[in-house]
């Protein structure tokens, strides 16, 4: 199902009949997402638009076929291929099958191989809910007695370093030396699609949801924006769809043909929501009005405030400078910072946690606001560039110290003015070749053992700014934080497509 090319279509059929006008006309003139859906669901109703969504049966043939695959990737001692191998056999399994226990069985054996002893364990309960099928049980309850005694033992060295230095710093990273910060967006309908579901579920009725929103509503102007009321004391709760709902959409400064769009994307939703699944089952028109214009107000909120999650993997040469995009979140609470294009501070996320933090990069004042980076950073890109991308995507002008004083690339910086030796040989000391070579491998005492110096000398080096040896510090300081993030090994990044035909 192509969004887009339905898009197009809809739009060549509205030219053919001379219905452009009067449709952006009616567009235009709605106050309401829930109106604006509506008439975008009716152009598509009108003219029979809807597409067919592609639907994906369980089957235990094709659950067997990716679990061959899986135990054959699993006695090559490839257990990575065999983890997704694994996993998309439990996605094809019919529910409660043989076929989805044995698929769970196996894959707790790849967790075991990994160390993944929780993750084990977890698989292995599943497995025994279900009813252990007789010829694996032995083997299972062996399996779980060796997760037990494993998880009994002390942490490694390796991690106990890793768990000390988040705690000590509380640390955030960014990755490569590109100053990649990018959020970057994609499946942005899934994600509102998603939100509207969740929201829907963590309340117990619809008229729940409701009041939450005309609450939220009530307060997008005041200063308890995204609160929630807790006995009589209005709270900011980042797990509350409240925080999420009060994000910005910018209605007020899109294009007709841009709600247009992303109303097409919300009829459709809607659509398949209503024929397809339970989630609308009995409920009223005004209801499904209601979820039509959440679902716009989402894929308008999406692009602006999601952050992206990536992990570190190496190249073929052993260099840890990728990012690798594993999918995107809403992090309402960091949705609240501001940009700059040269941030003070920048996210941390421990791979496999999903948590984020914040950690300085430039020394913070009391009293000094925190400027997050949108994804444009001085270093890498110029002026002009950064401020068509931030109009563009976020719909504002930057006013930042960048910004405002034309600070140049990298590559155009030049050395600090005046900076007296002793910080320059301390500088060129403690980012040494060899040290640099290390930290791009990944080296995890390396980054140890510079992160404490880089933030004196980042802290020292600010009064400086613009300049190459602060540019350089803070990058370093971002690979130090990308190495106690964690990554995934080499071979990982090979991803296995979900074969749906
Ligand atoms: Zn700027």
Redo the contacts with the bound molecule.
């Keep these: 199902m192509d969004i887009d090319l339905l898009y197009a279509e809809v739009m060549q059929k509205l030219i053919l009949e001379n219905k452009i006008a009067r449709v952006s006309q009616k567009l235009i003139s709605s106050t309401k997402n829930d109106d604006r859906v509506q008439q975008v669901y009716d152009v598509l109703k009108g003219s029979k638009m809807f597409p067919k969504p592609m639907i994906v049966q369980k089957c235990a043939v094709k659950s067997t076929v990716y679990r061959n695959l899986g135990n054959k990737n699993f006695q090559n001692h490839n257990d990575y291929e065999a983890w997704q191998y694994y996993n998309l056999a439990l996605l094809h399994a019919p529910v409660d099958s043989v076929d989805y226990i044995f698929a769970l069985a196996n894959r707790s054996a790849v967790f075991f191989d990994l160390k993944k002893y929780e993750e084990c364990l977890n698989d292995i309960e599943q497995v025994s809910n279900m009813g252990y099928p007789e010829r694996l049980k032995d083997k299972l309850l062996k399996r779980e007695s060796s997760c037990k005694e494993a998880l009994s033992k002390p942490l490694l060295i390796d991690e106990k370093n890793t768990d000390a230095i988040e705690t000590m710093y509380s640390m955030k990273g960014s990755r490569n030396p590109s100053y990649s910060n990018s959020i970057e967006i994609y499946e942005i309908g899934t994600l509102a699609l998603r939100t509207v579901i969740k929201a829907r579920c963590e309340q117990p009725d619809w008229q729940s949801l409701f009041n939450i929103i005309s609450e939220v509503e009530a307060n997008l102007n005041t200063e308890y924006r995204g609160c929630t009321r807790v006995d009589d004391k209005w709270v900011y709760d980042s797990q509350s769809y409240a925080t999420i709902h009060a994000l910005v959409s910018n209605i007020e400064k899109r294009s007709v043909s841009d709600i247009f769009r992303k109303g097409v994307t919300a009829a459709v939703f809607l659509h398949i929501l209503m024929k397809e699944t339970e989630f609308l089952k009995d409920a009223k028109t005004g209801i499904v009005k209601r979820v039509g214009g959440l679902l716009l107000h989402h894929i308008m909120t999406v692009p602006t405030n999601m952050h992206g999650i990536s992990v570190n993997t190496p190249t073929s040469e052993g260099k840890y400078v990728n990012d690798m995009s594993l999918g995107s979140a809403a992090y309402a609470f960091f949705s609240l910072l501001n940009h700059?294009?040269s941030p003070n501070v920048t996210r941390f996320s421990r791979f496999g946690t999903g948590n984020m933090k914040l950690i300085a990069i430039r020394p913070i004042k009391k009293g000094m606001q925190l400027f997050d980076n949108y994804g444009v950073h001085h270093a890498t890109q110029d002026r002009e560039s950064?401020q068509s991308t931030l109009n563009f995507q976020y719909k504002f002008v930057?006013t930042?110290e960048?910004?405002v004083d034309n600070w140049p690339t990298y590559h155009n910086l030049g050395a600090a003015k005046n900076l007296p030796k002793l910080i320059a040989e301390k500088k060129k000391k403690i980012l040494s070749p060899n040290a640099i070579e290390k930290l791009e491998r990944g080296c995890k005492d390396i980054a140890m053992a510079l992160y404490k110096p880089l933030c004196e000398l980042i802290t020292v080096l600010d009064n400086y700014a613009p300049c190459v040896e602060l540019a350089d510090c803070q990058e370093s300081l971002k690979q130090c934080l990308g190495i106690y993030e964690g990554f995934l090994p080499f071979g990982f990044t090979k991803v296995i497509d979900w074969d749906v035909s």
């Design positions: 700059s294009c950064r930057c930042c960048a910004c």
